[in-house]
């Protein structure tokens, strides 16, 4: 069973590495059962906001949208120690 394709670029790589976040720890916490925080409509596209942990068990915030049935994260962020109680 193939799990969910993700979409990559130089522009969101570029954009992680600002926050010290990989890819795959991003790709880890979607795919893990996050909480939703939230969803809204921005530039036309539906953005959920999420949390959880990676498989290290960092906690993390990621931001992402589904283009052309792909999983395209804006972005991702070390949670705040509130948050992080809570996951």
């Known amino acids: 069973m193939q799990g969910p394709r993700f979409e990559w670029d130089e522009g969101n790589r570029t954009h992680l590495s600002r926050h010290d976040v990989t890819p795959e720890e991003a790709e880890q916490v979607v795919t893990r059962d996050p909480i939703v925080l939230e969803a809204q ?6 953005r959920v906001l999420c949390a959880g942990r990676t498989v290290e068990g960092r906690s993390l915030v ?7 049935g792909r ?17």
């Open 41 to 46: 409509i921005r530039n036309g596209e539906r």
């Open 62 to 68: 990621v931001i992402y949208t589904l283009r052309h």
């Open 71 to 87: 999983i395209r994260v804006v972005t991702a962020f070390p949670a705040k120690r509130k948050l992080r109680r809570v996951l």
